[in-house]
């Protein structure tokens, strides 16, 4: 007869499960030094991006009277805003939105935002209505009732027209980037810890030090606008004279 109290013992030798088993914490990977980093770049990074800004604006203002560059023109203006645009778009696209909705800003302050945000879009399309009216009758006065002729210039004025806009939205963009940069991690040079997320290149301290410091609002503005509009009254409007001739 088969003993029932032997039975209901447990089997020392059978496996337990792997949902009950408890979790084994993983070791932290060690922190990354960042050796090649300079100690005065990790020290003052801000510092750091306001001479980079300088040495290059200082090239293009001197390109600009004596004509050694040439076409690297182009090259100096984008390396001016070149560390602080890379370092705010790392930082931004680490930031979960939610990271940002915690600290609201007060209910005139959200309103008055909408409402210049409004008004300029009327102004941009009232311009468009006025601006599309003229190069309407423009074209017909240039070249006359032939419909080739006028489809033709139309294409070469909308093409034209590309390097204008892309300047204006890529204006819009450092603007819109330098307003989150604001509220994400302030006007200093080293933001509260708590403001930026934990997990943001938290095993690169030294990494992490230098890419918040040239993350800075007022300094994309100057570097980021000022690329804009320099490319906007130079660099934009003599594309569209060459399109156009």
Same mark, same amino acid.
């Given at each position: 007869?088969?003993?029932?109290?032997?039975?209901?013992?447990?089997?020392?030798n059978?496996?337990?499960?792997?949902?009950?088993? /408890?979790?084994?914490?993983?070791?932290?990977?060690?922190?990354?030094?960042?050796?090649?980093?300079?100690?005065?770049?990790?020290?003052?990074?801000?510092?750091?991006?306001?001479?980079?800004?300088?040495?290059?604006?200082?090239?293009?203002?001197?390109?600009?009277?004596?004509?050694?560059?040439?076409w690297?023109?182009?090259?100096?203006?984008?390396?001016?805003a070149?560390?602080?645009?890379?370092?705010?778009?790392?930082?931004?696209?680490?930031? /979960?939105?939610?990271?940002?909705?915690?600290?609201?800003?007060?209910?005139?302050g959200?309103?008055?935002?909408?409402?210049?945000?409004?008004?300029a879009?009327?102004?941009?399309?009232?311009?468009?209505?006025?601006?599309?009216?003229?190069?309407? +009758?423009?074209?017909?006065?240039?070249?006359?009732?032939?419909?080739?002729?006028?489809?033709? &210039?139309?294409?070469?004025?909308?093409?034209?027209?590309?390097?204008?806009?892309?300047?204006?939205?890529?204006?819009?963009?450092?603007?819109?980037?330098?307003?989150?940069?604001?509220?994400?991690?302030?006007?200093?040079?080293?933001?509260?810890?708590?403001?930026?997320?934990?997990?943001?290149?938290?095993?690169?301290?030294?990494?992490?030090?230098?890419?918040?410091? &040239?993350?800075?609002?007022?300094?994309?503005?100057?570097?980021?606008?000022? +690329?804009?509009?320099?490319?906007?009254?130079?660099?934009?409007?003599?594309?569209?004279?060459?399109?156009?001739?």
């Open positions: 007869m088969t003993d029932m109290a032997g039975a209901s013992e447990p089997v020392p059978a496996a337990v499960p792997a949902a009950d088993q /408890p979790a084994v914490p993983q070791p932290e990977a060690p922190a990354v030094d960042d050796p090649w980093l300079p100690a005065w770049l990790v020290s003052r990074p801000l510092t750091a991006g306001w001479v980079w800004t300088g040495f290059w604006a200082a090239l293009i203002v001197a390109d600009d009277v004596f004509d050694f560059a040439g690297f023109w182009y090259v100096m203006v984008g390396m001016a070149l560390p602080t645009v890379l370092a705010t778009i790392a930082l931004l696209q680490a930031t /979960p939105r939610r990271h940002l909705t915690r600290r609201k800003d007060s209910v005139l959200h309103f008055f935002v909408r409402f210049l945000a409004l008004t879009a009327f102004l941009v399309w009232g311009v468009s209505v006025v601006m599309s009216a003229s190069i309407s +009758t423009t074209v017909q006065s240039l070249v006359g009732t032939s419909e080739r002729e006028v489809t033709a &210039l139309g294409f070469n004025l909308m093409l034209a027209a590309v390097p204008l806009v892309v300047s204006l939205l890529w204006l819009a963009f450092i603007i819109r980037c330098a307003w989150f940069l604001r509220r994400l991690r302030g006007w200093k040079q080293d933001p509260a810890p708590e403001r930026i997320p934990k997990k943001f290149l938290r095993r690169r301290p030294r990494l992490r030090r230098v890419v918040v410091g &040239l993350a800075h609002p007022g300094l994309l503005l100057v570097a980021g606008v000022g +690329t804009s509009i320099l490319a906007l009254s130079l660099g934009a409007a003599e594309l569209t004279l060459n399109v156009l001739t």
